[in-house]
């Protein structure tokens, strides 16, 4: 071999052993070096994080009963992209979307139509990814339904999932609130606390407590990780990396849900009543009068001592548990439209009423407050002198009312009906008007006295603002004065053509007419703080929020916002004009307190004192406000209360009698206590379905009905009947034994009549 061969062997020798050498640096390298980052990179390829949204806290009665929880229940849910990716044209979606509507309306329990699933699936807050929910409390054999047939119905889950349960129905709806799923726009402008984050489409607070106390209710999210494959589909789940969720803190109100119900159900008597009515026709008169439609009304109950709300009721009302899931479209406009009385509007802290007569007790504080009585036309407090009916304003000329009535100088009281010997306390006993258009033109008139002192006083016992009750969109009310007309004017003169004021603008303000609104919840604080000697509180719905466990996290004593000036001698004057009220046989309340034939109760007042006012509120067009606010027992008052019934008459008529039956049954009779929405549903049907499984269980085939029955286990939809006789409805339990008792013995009675015959 010669040395030129030699030479080349070496060099491809040199070559081979430098490519060798690479080589295995390069696997090295890959092997040793890299294997961490390989690893991290392969972990996230085949794990994903789904988040846990946290259950809300409850929320409580002051006696510590679950009004508002959670539940499991069986939702339908369309993934986006899965159902997009099926391609289907226009005719074949609308097919497979009206077959989800058929199969769930017959599995559930609400009716669902295409055109709400339609609603869903195009909803922006969805992502593309997303599992839309469009229908909630199915039947499970939906999950086998879909299930099979996967490939029909591409992306169609039946999914188990915790949500918002109201557990009385529709009791306190307006004071509770409603929760839905977290919008656009809410996304981009809520703060959350630190650590309970938001994502699009959490169920969140929209009204009432469960907006207001948002934060508190709302828990932390956590996160469990599951390994998926290539295609996406989940392997199994991390359980060592599962971080729980934590639940929302309780929120304990004041309200008691007995007397809650006792107020809606009574209110909603009075409405009812009101539309049965008859309005009285006006002999002389050739305009028909308004019907009594009655479309809602509020009633405030109040703790004089504390400010606590006891019971506030609304309406119509609504269920919140429609809200779960998002209210469908066509119910959500039926809740918020105008021609359906609007049931989601809380009457008691949105509603502005005229307060009529019950009024007239701050303006007998402004005319005490500023030194009326006994100058120009107003007699002494305690001087009496007969009211003939009418009141001629001293601006105008001439003296005879003929003369002056065209000039709209004349004001009258209710049918112009005279009152004889009425001093400051019988003016209240008996509302005579003419006594209160007195006090309001000579306060206006008279230089001495402050011109705006009836609405000064008003003030001073929360009217005209807002009393900062523990719930949101609260209404202001108004007390008209002689500016802020003027403004107004000034501001938008199309709006408001008129900018000046007259006395017989003070002469209606004096009887709560005119352009004076409260709202119900003004009107029962005003007469909470008269009755507690004076201390103006902010009404309060919540007592304290709590940790799951118990623990306190904050509490809400009384709130003073402001001490009124009462002199004890008015005060003694006018308990006497309000006690009469409802004790004189001439007191405009008295029927309601002594008579079972007018509405009313036959209340023990000799006993149990109370103060109260009526109040019938003009309404151009309508029919009158009927109002009624009182507090009892006037030397210890436990309850102040504040009826408003829309469009309902005279306040003596419907108003104070249904005050008159609440304050029977707190003070005296006791009440009863309140039934759950699945016993109030169970009581609904329970007749019907013992007839009906009666026929059943004393069939042939009568207990093959009932088979497989778990009678502790709580049905998914409708109630059970069980071979015990008892129907269940959602863990709820009506015992309809006797009833079948009751139904055999009818039943063998009509036998025995076939056989005789």
Same mark, same amino acid.
């Given at each position: 071999?010669?040395?030129?061969?030699?030479?080349?062997?070496?060099?491809?020798?040199?070559?081979?052993?430098?490519?060798?050498?690479?080589?295995?640096?390069?696997?090295?390298?890959?092997?040793?070096?890299?294997?961490?980052?390989?690893?991290?990179?392969?972990?996230?390829?085949?794990?994903?994080?789904?988040?846990?949204?946290?259950?809300?806290?409850?929320?409580?009665?002051?006696?510590?009963?679950?009004?508002?929880?959670?539940?499991?229940?069986?939702?339908?849910?369309?993934?986006?992209?899965?159902?997009?990716?099926?391609?289907?044209?226009?005719?074949?979606?609308?097919?497979?979307?009206?077959?989800?509507?058929?199969?769930?309306?017959?599995?559930?329990?609400?009716? =669902?139509?295409? +055109?709400?699933? @339609?609603?869903?699936?195009?909803?922006? %807050?969805?992502?593309?990814? $997303? !599992? #839309?929910?469009?229908?909630?409390?199915?039947?499970?054999?939906?999950?086998?339904?879909?299930?099979?047939?996967?490939?029909?119905?591409?992306?169609?889950?039946?999914?188990?999932?915790?949500?918002?349960?109201?557990?009385?129905?529709?009791?306190?709806?307006?004071?509770?609130?409603?929760?839905?799923?977290?919008?656009?726009?809410?996304?981009?402008?809520?703060?959350?606390?630190?650590?309970?984050?938001?994502?699009?489409?959490?169920?969140?607070?929209?009204?009432?407590?469960?907006?207001?106390?948002?934060?508190?209710?709302?828990?932390?999210?956590?996160?469990?990780?599951?390994?998926?494959?290539? =295609?996406?589909? +989940?392997?199994? @789940?991390?359980?060592?990396?599962?971080? %729980?969720?934590?639940?929302? $803190? !309780? #929120?304990?109100?004041?309200?008691?849900?007995?007397?809650?119900?006792?107020?809606?159900?009574?209110?909603?008597?009075?409405?009812?009543?009101?539309?049965?009515?008859?309005?009285?026709?006006?002999?002389?008169?050739?305009?028909?009068?308004?019907?009594?439609?009655?479309?809602?009304?509020?009633?405030?109950?109040?703790?004089?001592?504390?400010?606590?709300?006891?019971?506030?009721?609304?309406?119509?009302?609504?269920?919140?548990?429609?809200?779960?899931?998002?209210?469908?479209?066509?119910?959500?406009?039926?809740?918020?439209?105008?021609?359906?009385?609007?049931?989601?509007?809380?009457?008691?802290?949105?509603?502005?009423?005229?307060?009529?007569?019950?009024?007239?007790?701050?303006?007998?504080?402004?005319?005490?407050?500023?030194?009326?009585?006994?100058?120009?036309?107003?007699?002494?407090?305690?001087?009496?002198?007969?009211?003939?009916?009418?009141?001629?304003?001293?601006?105008?000329?001439?003296?005879?009312?003929?003369?002056?009535?065209?000039?709209?100088?004349?004001?009258?009281?209710?049918?112009?009906?005279?009152?004889?010997?009425?001093?400051?306390?019988?003016?209240?006993?008996?509302?005579?008007?003419?006594?209160?258009?007195?006090?309001?033109?000579?306060?206006?008139?008279?230089?001495?006295?402050?011109?705006?002192?009836?609405?000064?006083?008003?003030?001073?016992?929360?009217?005209?603002?807002?009393?900062?009750?523990?719930?949101?969109?609260?209404?202001?009310?108004?007390?008209?004065?002689?500016?802020?007309?003027?403004?107004?004017?000034?501001?938008?003169?199309?709006?408001?053509?008129?900018?000046?004021?007259?006395?017989?603008?003070?002469?209606?303000?004096?009887?709560?007419?005119?352009?004076?609104?409260?709202?119900?919840?003004?009107?029962?604080?005003?007469?909470?703080?008269?009755?507690?000697?004076?201390?103006?509180?902010?009404?309060?719905?919540?007592?304290?929020?709590?940790?799951?466990?118990?623990?306190?996290?904050?509490?809400?004593?009384?709130?003073?916002?402001?001490?009124?000036?009462?002199?004890?001698?008015?005060?003694?004057?006018?308990?006497?004009?309000?006690?009469?009220?409802?004790?004189?046989?001439?007191?405009?309340?008295?029927?309601?307190?002594?008579?079972?034939?007018?509405?009313?109760?036959?209340?023990?007042?000799?006993?149990?004192?109370?103060?109260?006012?009526?109040?019938?509120?003009?309404?151009?067009?309508?029919?009158?406000?009927?109002?009624?606010?009182?507090?009892?027992?006037?030397?210890?008052?436990?309850?102040?209360?504040?009826?408003?019934?829309?469009?309902?008459?005279?306040?003596?008529?419907?108003?104070?009698?249904?005050?008159?039956?609440?304050?029977?049954?707190?003070?005296?009779?006791?009440?009863?206590?309140?039934?759950?929405?699945?016993?109030?549903?169970?009581?609904?049907?329970?007749?019907?379905?013992?007839?009906?499984?009666?026929?059943?269980?004393?069939?042939?085939?009568?207990?093959?009905?009932?088979?497989?029955?778990?009678?502790?286990?709580?049905?998914?939809?409708?109630?059970?009947?069980?071979?015990?006789?008892?129907?269940?409805?959602?863990?709820?339990?009506?015992?309809?034994?006797?009833?079948?008792?009751?139904?055999?013995?009818?039943?063998?009675?009509?036998?025995?009549?076939?056989?005789?015959?």
């Amino acid at each position: 071999m010669d040395d030129l061969t030699r030479y080349r062997m070496r060099v491809v020798a040199v070559v081979a052993i430098s490519l060798f050498a690479a080589l295995v640096a390069r696997l090295w390298y890959l092997q040793v070096i890299t294997t961490e980052q390989a690893v991290a990179v392969a972990e996230q390829n085949v794990t994903r994080e789904i988040r846990v949204t946290a259950p809300r806290g409850r929320i409580l009665d002051v006696q510590g009963r679950v009004l508002v929880g959670n539940r499991i229940t069986t939702m339908v849910t369309i993934n986006r992209r899965e159902f997009d990716q099926a391609d289907f044209d226009e005719e074949q979606r609308l097919q497979v979307l009206t077959r989800i509507a058929i199969e769930v309306n017959r599995s559930g329990k609400e009716l =669902l139509k295409t +055109i709400d699933i @339609e609603a869903a699936l195009d909803d922006p %807050a969805y992502g593309l990814y $997303d !599992d #839309v929910p469009v229908a909630v409390d199915v039947g499970e054999d939906l999950l086998i339904f879909f299930g099979e047939r996967s490939d029909q119905y591409p992306g169609i889950r039946v999914v188990d999932s915790t949500v918002r349960s109201y557990l009385y129905g529709n009791l306190a709806s307006h004071l509770l609130g409603w929760v839905g799923p977290l919008n656009d726009t809410e996304y981009r402008n809520r703060r959350p606390p630190a650590g309970k984050d938001y994502a699009l489409r959490d169920e969140v607070g929209k009204s009432g407590i469960e907006l207001l106390f948002e934060d508190d209710l709302r828990g932390v999210a956590g996160g469990r990780v599951v390994e998926v494959d290539r =295609l996406g589909r +989940i392997v199994r @789940e991390r359980d060592d990396l599962f971080l %729980a969720p934590i639940t929302g $803190d !309780d #929120v304990v109100l004041t309200i008691d849900i007995d007397l809650q119900y006792l107020v809606e159900t009574e209110l909603e008597r009075a409405v009812f009543a009101a539309r049965s009515r008859e309005p009285e026709r006006d002999p002389d008169s050739e305009e028909e009068p308004p019907d009594f439609d009655a479309p809602g009304g509020a009633v405030v109950v109040l703790a004089p001592g504390s400010g606590d709300v006891l019971a506030m009721g609304s309406y119509p009302s609504y269920d919140p548990n429609e809200s779960i899931g998002g209210f469908r479209v066509d119910r959500w406009n039926e809740l918020n439209d105008p021609a359906n009385d609007l049931p989601m509007f809380n009457r008691a802290i949105q509603g502005e009423y005229a307060p009529g007569s019950t009024f007239k007790l701050f303006t007998a504080h402004a005319a005490w407050h500023e030194g009326v009585f006994g100058t120009g036309r107003v007699k002494p407090a305690e001087e009496p002198w007969d009211d003939p009916g009418y009141y001629v304003l001293q601006s105008c000329s001439g003296t005879e009312v003929e003369d002056v009535e065209a000039g709209g100088c004349v004001f009258r009281n209710a049918k112009s009906a005279p009152n004889p010997q009425v001093d400051l306390e019988r003016s209240l006993t008996v509302s005579s008007d003419v006594y209160y258009y007195t006090i309001g033109e000579s306060i206006y008139i008279n230089p001495i006295h402050n011109e705006t002192g009836i609405q000064d006083a008003a003030e001073d016992y929360g009217m005209g603002l807002r009393s900062g009750i523990t719930l949101p969109f609260e209404q202001d009310g108004f007390l008209p004065t002689p500016q802020n007309r003027e403004q107004r004017h000034s501001d938008n003169p199309t709006a408001f053509p008129y900018g000046d004021w007259y006395p017989g603008d003070n002469v209606n303000v004096a009887i709560g007419q005119g352009d004076v609104l409260v709202t119900p919840v003004q009107l029962a604080n005003a007469f909470a703080t008269f009755a507690n000697g004076g201390t103006l509180r902010s009404p309060n719905v919540v007592s304290s929020v709590r940790t799951r466990d118990g623990d306190e996290v904050r509490d809400f004593g009384p709130r003073q916002m402001a001490t009124v000036d009462i002199d004890p001698e008015f005060r003694d004057i006018a308990l006497a004009g309000l006690s009469g009220v409802t004790s004189d046989e001439h007191g405009t309340a008295y029927w309601a307190f002594n008579s079972e034939a007018t509405g009313g109760v036959y209340f023990p007042v000799d006993r149990v004192p109370i103060a109260g006012k009526t109040g019938t509120a003009e309404v151009r067009g309508k029919a009158d406000t009927s109002l009624f606010a009182a507090f009892g027992p006037i030397e210890q008052p436990t309850h102040a209360i504040a009826a408003v019934i829309e469009e309902a008459g005279f306040g003596s008529q419907v108003a104070a009698p249904l005050v008159a039956r609440l304050l029977k049954a707190v003070l005296v009779d006791g009440i009863e206590e309140a039934p759950t929405a699945a016993v109030s549903y169970a009581r609904s049907v329970a007749l019907p379905l013992c007839v009906d499984w009666y026929q059943w269980i004393t069939g042939e085939d009568s207990l093959g009905h009932l088979e497989g029955s778990d009678p502790t286990a709580d049905p998914t939809s409708g109630p059970v009947l069980d071979a015990d006789g008892r129907v269940r409805v959602r863990g709820e339990v009506i015992d309809c034994t006797r009833l079948l008792e009751d139904v055999a013995e009818v039943l063998e009675g009509l036998d025995a009549l076939r056989e005789g015959a």
